[in-house]
Every structure is written in C-alpha cells, then in structure tokens.
C-alpha cells in the first residue's frame, strides 16, 4: 500500500471540509499502529469481552457427505454480537477513545454492524447514531430491535434503493456536519483511504488466528479458504492469514442473487457488470451503468448487495492472488438448510460469515516447515 492506494485502486477522495478529520484519524492510526500496548489492549479485549479466540470447526458430516474436501469453518458467528463486525467496531472504540471523540455513527446493511457499533458506543460510553436503509429495516428487524435497546438512534434512509449505499452516502452527510465530535464507524474494509487499512488491520485476528489453528487441528496448510464478500472484512479477515502461503487458493464469493447473468445481482468481480469508477470516497470497481449512476443490486442476504467491493480485493484480485466466483440466493439457502441440517450450525444473524469464511483441507496440502504464528498482509 502506498499513500492509501492498493495497486491503482483506493485512495482518498474527499470532500475539502473533511480533510482536517482524515488527517487526525490517520494520525491515531498511525500512532496506534506503532504503539505495541495498543496492540495488546485490542487483542485483550478482543479476549475478555468478545470471547475470542473464536473456534474452527471440523463439519464432518458435511465434509463426509461432499467427500473429498475436508471442511473447517471459522467460527465468527461466535463472536459477541454475532459477526466478526465485532472485531472492526471495538478497535475503532478504542481509536476514537485516543481521539478524544464523544459520537459514533454507522451504516448498516444486515444490521450487524450496527448492532456491533451500538453495542461498543454502550460499552465506551459513547452517543450512537445507525443509518440503515429502509428496505434493510424491514429485512432485519430483530437487529433493529437490539440497536434501540442498546440505546442507539436507528435512522432509515429512503433514497435511492433503500438499502446499504444509501445508508453510506447519509453516514458521510452526518459527519461532515459533525466531524468535531463524531467519528464515522465504517463497516467494512472500503471507503476512502486509511478505512480500508484500518479495518483490514483489525480484522486481521481472524487470519492469524484461523492459521495457528488449522495448523494445530490438521497439521497442515489448507489447499482453499472460502470468504463470502459484501465489502470484503470478514474476507480480508482471514485471507491476511494465509496470503504469504501461495500454495493457498483464497476464494471470495460474491452474491450471485438470481444469477450473474440476470442483472439481479451483487457480483462485482465475479460478473461481467462492473467497471472501475470513483465512488463513496474510492477506487474500485463497482456495479454502474456507462454514466457512472450505480445499478440497483439484488441479494437475499442483506449486507452483500453492495455496488463496490474492497479496492485491497480488487488488487489482489487484479493480480491473480484472490479468486472471485458468485454464488446465487437459491444456492446459498440450500447450502445454509444442508449446514444447519448436518452441522447443527444455527443460523443467528452472523450466519453469512459462519457459512461463508470456511477453510477446506485437503490432503493434497503439505505441512510446511517453520510455521509459526505470523501476522501477514497489509494491516500492520
Ligand atoms: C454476518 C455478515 N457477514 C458478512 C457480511 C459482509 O460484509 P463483509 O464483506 O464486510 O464481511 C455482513 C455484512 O453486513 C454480515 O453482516
């Protein structure tokens, strides 16, 4: 990463009057990187208060069924609130506890993270406004329900298609009227430059714990890690694990909705449909039509018909590390029915991290020699 741009993707473009807030959030950043105690009051209360490490689970009722591939799965689903949201929303916590801001406010899509910043603004004593889009309110109501009894304000925003870039464009309104007091939760590893970085870095737990572990339960490296992708943290998440092991294949899977070919969808790197533009504050590539107006996208999962997609993916995409397949609404359910059926993995709110951020073993993988625990990619 240089000066925030991943390949020719990411960057920063910001309106002139938020300049002053990006340079202070990337100054606590920078510092809190290079302040090994904030490491390690994250990790403690990643420890403490989430319940982390989070397990990995040997489906082996699945992996019998599907014989051939050996199937783990990450569990986030584990974590406090439900997703690994939580691990992005408390290091923020402690970024804006640095800054010395007293408002947090969030976009949600599933609601997840917006549960997860409600719950954090509890904890740090913090005000918390959640601006989710009014499609997604009806979708995820029990989230809802939770936000408000964690004593959040949850906004539903009626522009546009009512759903998760909608709530983004009216987070980023807020703050700039706010920018003094509030600091803007972002959700996942988009956005203008250092969110991507910033969020890749916290959710890098998942990656350095999911490989000590795989390690330890079946001696070697996988051949596959699996990650469904809305913007791609829960993906970043475990792929900055793996991404110095290149005899690893890292697949992230988009949402396919009603097929990629049916312009129904959410698939960005695994369709055809997108092309690169400049939106939200960054580069990459999204779904839009020849104007540049975004497309209204499609997914039965709320929270992964996003129009962009993580400018790190989209790099590593670019260059061949992170394979990208889509997988539809219809397959997803089937796949979920058959994982609960086989598994007794029951599907709380988190359910498309814990079905999606898998790691298959095969023994085609050889155990390398020297392994140890390492932090690896570009968050820290
Ligand atoms: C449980 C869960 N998994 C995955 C995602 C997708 O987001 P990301 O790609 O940033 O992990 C969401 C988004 O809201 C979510 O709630």
Same mark, same amino acid.
């Given at each position: 990463m240089k000066n925030g741009y991943y390949g020719e993707w990411g960057g920063a473009f910001i309106p002139e009057v938020l300049h002053e807030t990006f340079a202070q959030l990337n100054a606590a950043f920078e510092d809190a990187r290079r302040d090994p105690t904030f490491w390690e009051e994250y990790r403690a209360l990643m420890a403490n208060y989430s319940g982390r490490p989070t397990p990995l689970t040997y489906a082996d009722k699945l992996s019998d069924e599907l014989a051939g591939a050996r199937i783990f799965i990450k569990r986030e689903?584990?974590?406090?609130?439900?997703?690994?949201?939580?691990?992005?929303?408390?290091?923020?916590?402690?970024?804006?506890?640095?800054? #010395?801001? &007293?408002? !947090?406010?969030?976009?949600? $899509? @599933?609601?997840?993270?917006?549960? =997860?910043?409600?719950?954090?603004?509890?904890?740090?004593?913090?005000?918390?406004?959640?601006?989710?889009?009014?499609?997604?309110?009806?979708?995820?109501?029990?989230?809802?329900?939770?936000?408000?009894?964690? #004593?959040? &304000?949850? !906004?539903?925003?009626?522009? $546009? @298609?009512?759903?998760?870039?909608? =709530?983004i464009n009216e987070a980023f309104r807020d703050w700039v009227t706010n920018m003094d007091t509030t600091h803007y939760v972002l959700g996942t590893v988009c956005g203008p430059h250092p969110f991507p970085a910033l969020v890749a870095w916290f959710q890098s737990l998942i990656g350095i714990e999911a490989r000590q572990q795989i390690l330890e339960q079946f001696g070697r490296l996988p051949s596959r890690v699996y990650a469904c992708v809305g913007g791609g943290s829960n993906a970043m998440g475990i792929f900055q694990g793996f991404l110095d092991?290149?005899?690893?294949?890292?697949?992230?899977?988009?949402?396919?909705?009603?097929?990629?070919?049916?312009?129904?969808?959410?698939?960005?790197?695994?369709?055809?449909?997108?092309?690169?533009?400049?939106?939200?504050?960054?580069?990459?590539?999204?779904?839009?039509?020849?104007?540049?107006?975004?497309?209204?996208?499609?997914?039965?999962?709320?929270?992964?018909?996003?129009?962009?997609?993580?400018?790190?993916?989209?790099?590593?995409?670019?260059?061949?590390?992170?394979?990208?397949?889509?997988?539809?609404?219809?397959?997803?359910?089937?796949?979920?029915?058959?994982?609960?059926?086989?598994?007794?993995?029951?599907?709380?709110?988190?359910?498309?991290?814990?079905l999606c951020a898998g790691v298959q073993g095969s023994a085609a993988t050889q155990p390398r020699s020297g392994d140890h625990h390492q932090h690896v990619g570009p968050g820290r």
């Open positions: 689903d584990l974590n406090h609130t439900g997703a690994h949201k939580a691990n992005n929303v408390m290091g923020q916590g402690l970024l804006v506890k640095r800054m #010395g801001k &007293t408002r !947090v406010i969030a976009e949600t $899509g @599933a609601g997840q993270h917006g549960v =997860a910043c409600a719950t954090m603004a509890a904890k740090f004593g913090f005000e918390c406004t959640i601006y989710m889009g009014e499609e997604d309110v009806e979708r995820q109501r029990p989230n809802v329900f939770w936000m408000e009894k964690l #004593g959040a &304000t949850v !906004v539903p925003v009626t522009d $546009g @298609a009512r759903t998760l870039k909608d =709530a092991d290149t005899e690893v294949e890292l697949v992230g899977v988009e949402a396919g909705g009603l097929g990629v070919d049916s312009g129904r969808h959410a698939a960005r790197l695994a369709s055809h449909d997108a092309s690169p533009g400049v939106a939200q504050g960054y580069k990459t590539m999204f779904l839009q039509d020849d104007d540049g107006q975004m497309l209204d996208t499609h997914s039965v999962a709320a929270g992964l018909d996003y129009i962009g997609v993580s400018p790190i993916l989209t790099d590593l995409w670019q260059k061949g590390r992170v394979r990208f397949e889509a997988a539809t609404d219809a397959e997803v359910m089937a796949a979920l029915e058959r994982t609960m059926q086989r598994e007794g993995d029951h599907p709380g709110p988190g359910v498309g991290a814990r």
